[in-house]
């Protein structure tokens, strides 16, 4: 018998049918033995629609009072699938993140997971009960109702399956596992038996929508079992998924690329004409850091006059208030002036094997360069190169580059 966290994303749950359906998946593994905590999200598209009712009230609506909204989805979900495990005769048992006791920090629409209180889960598995909690939410020391951001449903599974020392943790989503990239744009990717739990952690920061990046990290820092399944095969004809591994598995796949991430969401912000002297990055950061605003990419260019520019991107749904904050700074940072790019996004290849593999990012530019396409940032790491491109550009850049690493190639 395992102790099994499973996780359920939203198209998993989308209807009444569907949610039957992870009924009869659940009972399937409960029928084997094992003990089950289900974590849901809200029906695919009920988030969405319950941030577009407060912003018909408020434009930019309150953080605390969107938490209290936008929670409601998933104790939509939790109660259906309560009562469709019933239904077939099992025991079940739905939690929201208060009742369960998972502490946040009070970042409200981004909080970050403090602790769980196990003592409730484990009373009710003991008493042979499928648990059901629902995802994205927690509640912070003053019992304000807090959410953990987009996707943070995964964050939740793979924290309890941390929490509960779970044997695995299942993300069951609308793919079969994770693929080389997406195959929508690429019809030859590859699912892949197997991945690094580095190598994940880098696509899920770079794009890849398969798995939260927290979700990632949880697993890694508390070595999670942790594999990508899909809830839409035919119960009993599931295929293996992927599994989120560590390096010194022997078993891995160890191509030089295993996989090409994008994200169309970026943009970029120039500083130009700061002066050259120490601390000019943090002036012109320390504000938007404050303002909670993540910075990926960054570079500064070498002043010859004195004076220097400096780039850096975010979010594109960050980019009118991270401008904002620039224009009002530009005084006091002594900037000539402030430019910015929302229609920008960004490519990355990544795998283990560059480790071992010079001549990668020749490879990978000259790639670029022989399809037209201007590099506008580099960002690199150990297991990662990442270039920013005009957003035209982006099929065409991650067709080529799936195409020169040979991803469309099963590994030897």
């Known amino acids: 018998m395992a102790l099994i966290v499973q996780k359920y994303g939203g198209t998993s749950v989308a209807n009444p049918e569907r949610i039957k359906n992870v009924a009869q998946r659940v009972a399937s593994w409960k029928r084997r033995g094992h003990q089950l905590v289900v974590v849901v999200s809200a029906m695919s598209g009920e988030t969405n629609r319950l941030i577009g009712l407060a912003k018909e009230i408020q434009a930019s609506p309150d953080p605390r009072e969107l938490d209290v909204m936008v929670s409601t989805g998933e104790q939509v979900t939790i109660g259906l699938l309560a009562m469709a495990l019933k239904e077939i005769g099992l025991k079940a048992r739905s939690y929201t993140g208060n009742q369960v006791r998972i502490l946040t920090d009070d970042a409200y629409t981004k909080a970050r997971i403090l602790s769980i209180d196990d003592q409730a889960m484990r009373a009710d598995l003991d008493d042979d009960t499928i648990v059901i909690v629902a995802g994205f939410q927690g509640v912070d020391a003053k019992g304000n109702i807090t959410t953990l951001g987009r996707g943070g449903s995964d964050t939740t599974g793979v924290a309890l399956a941390a929490a509960l020392k779970a044997d695995e943790c299942q993300i069951y989503t609308d793919v079969d596992g994770v693929y080389t990239t997406d195959p929508r744009i690429v019809p030859e990717a590859r699912r892949l038996n197997a991945i690094t739990f580095e190598e994940m952690l880098e696509m899920a920061s770079l794009g890849s929508k398969v798995l939260q990046i927290r979700s990632v990290e949880f697993a890694g820092k508390y070595k999670v079992k942790l594999r990508v399944l899909s809830s839409l095969e035919e119960l009993g004809k599931e295929g293996p998924g992927t599994l989120i591994t560590f390096e010194d598995d022997k078993n891995m796949e160890q191509p030089i690329i295993s996989g090409i991430a994008f994200n169309r969401d970026e943009a970029k912000l120039t500083v130009l004409g700061v002066p050259d002297r120490p601390g000019i990055a943090y002036q012109i950061l320390g504000e938007i850091a404050e303002a909670n605003i993540?910075?990926?990419?960054?570079?500064?260019?070498?002043?010859?006059?004195?004076?220097?520019?400096?780039?850096?991107?975010?979010?594109?749904?960050?980019?009118?208030?991270?401008?904002?904050?620039?224009?009002?700074?530009?005084?006091?940072?002594?900037?000539?002036?402030?430019?910015?790019?929302?229609?920008?996004?960004?490519?990355?290849?990544?795998?283990?094997?560059?480790?071992?593999?010079?001549?990668?990012?020749?490879?990978?530019?000259?790639?670029?360069?022989?399809?037209?396409?201007?590099?506008?940032?580099?960002?690199?790491?150990?297991?990662?190169?990442?270039?920013?491109?005009?957003?035209?550009?982006?099929?065409?850049?991650?067709?080529?580059?799936?195409?020169?690493?040979?991803?469309?190639?099963?590994?030897?």
Request: charged share 25%.
């Open 294 to 412: 993540d910075v990926d990419m960054i570079i500064q260019n070498i002043g010859h006059d004195g004076s220097t520019d400096f780039s850096f991107t975010v979010n594109r749904g960050e980019y009118p208030k991270a401008l904002a904050i620039l224009e009002n700074a530009k005084a006091k940072i002594g900037a000539r002036d402030i430019t910015g790019d929302n229609k920008i996004c960004k490519v990355s290849a990544v795998g283990m094997g560059m480790r071992s593999h010079p001549g990668i990012a020749s490879k990978m530019f000259r790639a670029l360069a022989e399809e037209g396409i201007n590099i506008k940032m580099i960002s690199t790491s150990e297991i990662k190169i990442s270039v920013v491109v005009d957003e035209k550009y982006l099929e065409l850049a991650v067709r080529a580059l799936h195409k020169v690493f040979d991803l469309d190639q099963a590994a030897a």
